[in-house]
């Protein structure tokens, strides 16, 4: 899951996107509302943490134009100011959740699952296919009852094309959500990883399929006919 | 004895004199009640004598004096007075009459004691046609003063009454009339004093006079000094706990990495990093409190007198370690002491506030001069530095507290140089900021040179 952080703090930013890349979120960082839009357009986002008090355009102004263009990214607001009035605000601007600093990571990660677990439509915090589990709350992989051990970018491969099991992923989309800012995004990569997911997934339920000129499908046996 | 009532002082004020005019007027007019039954009394003597002498007659050629009852009568006024007469022949031979009864001066009555009684004299004297040498004769009457002093009461009562009537409508007056004009001061006591009344508003009390408008405006303009210190107090208070929040969050974010970081090097930097942020925390917290500690009228002014020059030193001292670390060539520039009057602790502060701001924008490698002298009789700590500097629009907002250039990379507080404005104006200084004489930043602070001791 590729999510990308708003926040001026340098140092905050830092050490929030060191945490969350620990626990295999793909995470980009900007630091001035200006660059929000550029960052959009530049991957594909699964959720955005945005601060409030940002030099250039503030978060609330970042937020409303984001709405504005009808983009449904959910949006964790994360602001120093705790009053009431700014967070009914934040949350009529069309924010999905409001959490006011300073905060335990621990619960921005669990309101992270929440709003992914919701853009997805799932109520449940597992995610199976076949053997093949993920549990959103550890964020860990498990075939069959053994702990599945995968890279940072394996992890991301993986995830997404779970969360979107029986249905096509292409290289692009793939692409647009393992890759940072920092990273050369390096589509003849993702056949390598791709490929390497198939050989931890040999002797499952579950299968990488190839799709010529389409991308891949996760897909497991109970679904072929 | 100090009257604190306004209404006992007003009451005084008006009733004392009041009564002293009427205590004037009442002698007066006791000294015209005297006269009037003087005159009254003198007409009836003179009445009666004349009524006698009228009746002394030569009667077969012998001189008859008959008393007409009527003379005595007429001093018959229920008083019980003594009537004294007599009569007597002009060789001075009493023809009827009380004896040794004292003469009164010819035309003029007077007063004198005669068997115990004071009396009211008159002497008449008369010619009687035929009497030969014995005329012309003298009559005397005297009257006791019973009857006399009694009139005099009656027409002095009279008056007395008057006036203590007049004083004291007058003193019922003053008092209603300072009741009612006393009343919007009660009415403003009141407002002040109503529990319901905790936000300081303005209080406006219907019905006040010219007089004690200018009290009522002068409370609410304090009232509302009063609020806007509030007011300022509680955006502190705010802002304060606002950029708290941030280095908090991050304190809790480089924890929670830390913990669950295996690969020992990473746990250790992330550990690094959490004590300096601790640290920066710690210099936050001090600041605010260095800069509610320079609000006035929340510290005791002090006066102390204190060497700039050796307080600079011992801050270069302290922050020697910092520069060399990151290679800063950190220098002092002085030629002795300059001694300044102020609070010293703050100056201090304020010294720390400068050169801490000074490392913080010089890149590595760069220079940072601190500089004292004196000039015009005033002190002047001069601190460049071979930052980015500010540019010349920034350079009023970089004194407002929590304020940062927009794009401020370094991550200071924002209050370092609203600390110095504040203590360097306490101690009626002066502070300003110019370009450096290479490039970054001179701050220059003026402060008035104590006089030798």
């Not at chain 2, 008083?79 to 007469?85: A, G, I, N």
Request: with cysteine; hydrophobic share 45%.
């Amino acid at each position: 899951m590729r999510l990308l952080l708003v926040e001026d703090n340098r140092e905050l930013a830092d050490w929030l996107s060191k945490t969350l890349r620990q626990a295999s979120y793909v995470v980009d960082v900007v630091h001035d509302g200006e660059d929000v839009e550029h960052a959009l357009a530049a991957g594909e986002h699964a959720l955005i943490i945005l601060d409030l008090a940002l030099p250039g355009m503030s978060g609330m102004e970042v937020l409303k134009r984001l709405r504005a263009r009808g983009n449904p990214v959910p949006v964790i607001v994360l602001t120093a100011n705790a009053s009431l009035d700014g967070r009914v605000k934040g949350l009529n601007e069309g924010a999905d959740d409001y959490l006011a600093k300073p905060f335990q990571i621990e619960e921005l990660e669990a309101r992270i699952r929440v709003q992914l677990r919701r853009a997805n439509d799932r109520t449940a915090p597992v995610i199976a296919c076949g053997d093949l589990v993920f549990d959103t709350n550890t964020r860990l992989f498990t075939l069959g009852p053994e702990p599945l051990s995968l890279t940072p970018r394996e992890h991301a491969v993986l995830e997404q094309l779970l969360v979107k099991a029986g249905r096509t992923v292409s290289k692009a989309q793939l692409s647009a959500a393992i890759y940072d800012f920092d990273t050369d995004a390096d589509p003849s990569a993702i056949e390598i990883y791709v490929h390497r997911l198939r050989k931890k997934l040999e002797g499952s339920r579950v299968q990488i399929a190839t799709l010529r000129g389409l991308g891949y499908l996760l897909r497991h046996d109970d679904l072929t006919p | 004895m100090r009257i604190n009532s306004l209404r006992l002082q007003l009451l005084a004020w008006v009733v004392l004199p009041l009564v002293g005019l009427a205590t004037i007027n009442l002698w007066t007019s006791h000294r015209n009640a005297l006269a009037t039954a003087d005159l009254v009394t003198d007409r009836m003597l003179m009445g009666s004598a004349r009524a006698i002498a009228e009746r002394v007659a030569v009667a077969d050629g012998v001189l008859d004096a008959t008393i007409p009852p009527a003379a005595i009568e007429m001093f018959d006024t229920g008083d019980q007075d003594s009537v004294y007469y007599h009569v007597k022949t002009a060789g001075g031979r009493l023809l009827t009459g009380y004896p040794n009864l004292p003469e009164a001066p010819k035309s003029s009555s007077t007063e004198a004691s005669y068997r115990d009684h004071r009396l009211r004299l008159l002497t008449f004297s008369h010619t009687v046609v035929g009497a030969g040498n014995d005329s012309p004769i003298t009559v005397t009457v005297g009257v006791s003063l019973a009857g006399h002093d009694a009139m005099v009461r009656r027409l002095w009562f009279g008056a007395f009454a008057q006036q203590l009537a007049l004083v004291a409508i007058a003193g019922l007056f003053v008092l209603l009339g300072l009741h009612r004009g006393l009343a919007p001061l009660i009415r403003l006591r009141d407002a002040v004093r109503s529990p319901s009344r905790s936000d300081l508003d303005p209080v406006e009390v219907a019905g006040a006079q010219n007089e004690i408008r200018p009290l009522i405006d002068a409370l609410n303009a304090y009232m509302a000094r009063v609020r806007a210190q509030m007011a300022a107090q509680r955006r502190f208070i705010a802002n304060a706990a606002h950029q708290l929040r941030t280095p908090l969050a991050l304190l809790s974010t480089q924890a929670s990495y830390a913990l669950r970081e295996t690969a020992s090097d990473q746990r250790q930097e992330a550990l690094v990093a959490l004590q300096a942020s601790s640290g920066k925390l710690a210099r936050l917290a001090e600041q605010l409190l260095t800069l509610s500690r320079a609000e006035p009228g929340s510290r005791r002014p002090r006066a102390d007198r204190i060497d700039l020059t050796e307080a600079a030193r011992h801050v270069l001292e302290a922050q020697a370690p910092a520069a060399i670390k990151r290679g800063i060539d950190l220098g002092l520039d002085e030629t002795g002491p300059v001694p300044v009057i102020g609070d010293g602790t703050m100056l201090r502060e304020m010294i720390v506030n400068l050169v801490d701001n000074a490392l913080r924008y010089t890149p590595a490698g760069g220079t940072v001069t601190v500089k004292l002298a004196t000039l015009d009789s005033q002190a002047v700590l001069t601190v460049c530095d071979d930052g980015p500097g500010i540019p010349p629009e920034e350079r009023e907002h970089v004194f407002e507290r929590f304020y940062r250039l927009p794009g401020a990379a370094e991550d200071g507080s924002g209050l370092g140089l609203a600390i110095v404005r504040e203590v360097v104006e306490n101690a009626g200084g002066s502070v300003t900021l110019a370009d450096g004489a290479a490039r970054g930043l001179m701050v220059e602070v003026r402060l008035p040179l104590a006089a030798d001791s």
